[in-house]
């Protein structure tokens, strides 16, 4: 089984079923629509006007208010939540309040919830789907036994969320069909966050590879794995000296196919990159030793590729997808790549290290130029964990996009909107390329502090064809590949963030 380190269910059901508590959605200063009274009953809607009138809840986006019904049979309580005001209702509000909704029903102990559709039910099951299930994940893989639980009230805490999802008959299969795919695409960003969290002495360039082909064996993906040997055959300096330092755990380049029987005659793959660095020191130039054990997130691009790649398998798409993670240790040793070292890449441009804690586009440097030269893609994204200025550019809440094509960054903007993943577009061109030009070899991997995210982004441009006819996108991801504190749906820790996004373009792509 896939990890997605959450035990909640979700079925659809257009019959009221046993459950201890039932779910109202309402916005402020509107009536609780009419379908949540046929779907839950007049003694649910009733409860809930008179929390209502009461003024328990006005109806805010991620305000909760929860009542007693008057005895009898059905559900004990009813829980009203809030979505603000409805000409602003979107699908992100509406995953917000309802991870909000999870957290209390947690808190609650409650695990057997019905909850009831507002219009249009398609995006309300959607949204809701995805809140719950993005918030209930819940790493746990390295609890042990000082944090068993013997209580059997704290047992009761650890059952796990039934929600059922009350759709009426005309509109189920819809519904059914929004819920069935919003379960596979969290499920694929809770395998990305689950081992993305598993920490280095666990995941390693080797053990990435055979998590991978696991995924392969499970989801009917085509995996290949290129070890150092054979990574040294084909040249590729940068991912090699990144990972030379690390004596046990050495490079790997790994590739997963999603290649169905029948595609279009001529039809081109999209290919997805992702940097694996599954643990970062910073090499020789060291990183401070404050927060250094968050450098597992180092990996948290690739994670995004896995997480794609589990969902595009599963769903089935009629589309060619290649996803490679390109993954390396970087470690300090007698054998690890010093600054003032000049590497050869895999398409021949020299690099003269100056900074070996900027190893994340030597690895995606390579992967990059041989990804397009073998499968001829007609469009190419990559992910990483660049840099720390694009968190001083841009915070916490946006990734940035540098691209060569403006087409494929509307795109991704487009695709980045329903899902609640905001981008930023940084420029691109000879000034940023500038930056990183080297006396000795074709380019420096990093030219200082001046305009750090941008010469990320002008550093992999050189392994991209040059007259443009293949387009791509980078997106530094640093700032939001994993949180510090508690988010809406996330808790700390990773996000994986970029699947929901990246699964939007791809089916973007079938229209």
């Not at 000049?342 to 804690?357: A, H, L, Q, S």
């Not at 808790?491 to 229209?511: C, D, F, P, Q």
Request: a positive charge; one cysteine or more; charged letters at 25%.
């Amino acid at each position: 089984m896939i990890p997605t380190s959450t035990k909640t269910t979700i079925a659809v059901t257009s019959v009221m079923p046993s459950v201890e508590a039932a779910v109202v959605f309402i916005n402020e200063s509107k009536p609780i629509h009419a379908s949540a009274t046929k779907a839950l009953g007049p003694n649910v809607v009733k409860a809930a006007n008179r929390a209502i009138s009461a003024g328990l809840i006005k109806g805010k986006a991620k305000e909760i208010a929860v009542d007693s019904l008057d005895g009898g049979p059905g559900p004990k309580r009813v829980y009203i939540v809030g979505l603000g005001e409805a000409e602003k209702t979107t699908p992100e509000i509406i995953r917000q309040s309802a991870g909000a909704l999870t957290r209390t029903l947690i808190k609650h102990k409650i695990s057997r919830v019905a909850i009831a559709l507002s219009e249009p039910a398609d995006i309300f099951a959607e949204a809701i789907t995805t809140g719950i299930l993005l918030t209930s994940f819940d790493y746990r893989e390295h609890k042990g036994t000082a944090s068993a639980k013997s209580d059997e009230k704290d047992q009761h805490k650890e059952k796990p969320l039934a929600i059922s999802i009350i759709s009426d008959k005309k509109s189920l299969s819809i519904v059914q069909k929004e819920v069935d795919s919003a379960i596979i695409i969290c499920n694929g960003q809770n395998y990305a966050r689950t081992i993305a969290s598993r920490p280095g002495n666990e995941i390693n360039p080797p053990t990435l590879a055979s998590e991978a082909k696991l995924l392969a064996k499970q989801t009917g993906l085509r995996c290949t794995i290129f070890d150092e040997k054979q990574l040294k055959k084909l040249g590729m300096g940068g991912i090699l000296a990144v990972g030379e330092g690390s004596i046990h755990a050495l490079p790997r380049l790994i590739v997963l196919e999603h290649k169905p029987a029948k595609l279009p005659k001529g039809s081109r793959p999209l290919l997805i990159v992702g940097k694996a660095i599954t643990f970062d020191t910073g090499g020789i130039s060291i990183k401070p030793a404050d927060k250094m054990g968050k450098m597992i997130f180092d990996k948290c691009g690739g994670m995004t590729v896995l997480g794609v790649m589990y969902a595009v398998a599963k769903l089935n798409l009629p589309i060619h997808v290649v996803g490679i993670l390109s993954s390396a240790e970087n470690a300090i040793s007698s054998r690890a790549y010093r600054p003032g070292d000049i590497i050869k890449m895999y398409n021949g441009v020299t690099v003269e290290v100056t900074n070996t804690d900027a190893e994340g586009r030597l690895v995606l440097g390579d992967a990059l130029a041989w990804g397009i030269e073998i499968y001829k893609p007609s469009a190419v994204v990559d992910l990483a964990t660049l840099t720390g200025g694009v968190i001083v550019a841009l915070g916490k809440t946006m990734a940035g996009i540098m691209s060569n094509d403006d087409k494929l960054v509307k795109q991704l903007e487009s695709a980045g909107e329903p899902a609640g993943e905001k981008m930023w577009r940084l420029p691109l061109g000879e000034d940023q390329r500038e930056y990183i030009k080297s006396e000795f070899a074709d380019i420096v991997n990093s030219g200082g502090r001046e305009g750090h995210p941008l010469q990320g982004g002008a550093f992999l441009s050189y392994f991209i064809p040059t007259d443009n006819s293949v387009p791509w996108a980078h997106l530094d991801i640093a700032g939001v590949a994993d949180t510090e504190k508690e988010l809406p749906y996330y808790a700390k820790g990773a996000t994986g963030w970029g699947v929901r996004t990246l699964i939007n373009w791809i089916k973007g792509e079938l229209k």
